[in-house]
């Protein structure tokens, strides 16, 4: 794996003219314009915009779902552009842990499946992985319902299942996109405990993004606002 982290260096994410283009020619589309930013370790950054602006995707590059077009993309002392398949699926399973608002959990698997999925791919015992999915299930409020497929339960118990599946591999970047948004607001304040708690006990580094500013304000050091695939302001809340 290819690192950046030097005696000193605080950065926890460093983009350089990072872009994204889809489709060619009539078809193209620039969804990330030539982003550049710099996010600190145990910094929780908020990253807001449009639909469109190009926020997500942002959030996919990071994650290591996606490369970019163009530009240099480290995280968590990784060169993204530098790693194989295998190493990138492993960064996503070890230092990446991914909240999506959708969830993404899989239908056919219990809760505790679902949080074992990324100790999997990082090469965990059987053992250890159903020990660690125990715990962290446990940690989420959500003990007694291990067995318990994502139709059997409500969305804020999903989404905890997301939250405990992301944690257990004790990751050093939490990337949360609209973790919140299809949960009511008790729930959604229960929801970003969680999150936060983590954050402060580890150390982590978090970048939320989200449209809704009060939460932005409420649980971040600093915005950064996206406007058509280009970093339009960004400010210390």
Known sequence: MGSDREAGDDVAIRAVEVRK???????????????????????????????????????????????????????????????????????????????????????SRTAVE??????VFAGESPRRRRAAALAALEAVGLGGRL?????????????????????VNRPRVILADEPTGNLDSQTARQVMALILDYVREHDATLVLVTHDEELAAACTDRIVRLVDGRIAAEGIV
Do not use: C
Request: net charge positive.
């Open 147 to 167: 067995d318990h497929r994502p139709h059997q339960m409500s969305g804020g118990e999903n989404q905890r299942v997301a939250v405990a599946r992301a944690l």
């Open 114 to 119: 679902n949080v074992e999925l990324p100790m």
């Open 21 to 107: 283009i889809y489709g060619m020619k009539d078809a193209r589309v620039e969804a990330l314009r030539g982003i550049s930013a710099e996010v600190a370790h145990g910094e929780r950054v908020g990253l807001l915009g449009k639909s469109g602006s190009g926020k997500s995707t942002f959030l996919n590059l990071l994650g290591g779902l996606d490369r970019p077009s163009s530009g240099g993309l480290h995280v968590g002392g990784s060169d993204l552009h530098a790693l194989s398949k295998r190493e990138m699926a492993r960064f996503r399973s070890t230092t990446v842990g991914i909240i999506f608002q959708s969830f993404n959990l899989i239908a």
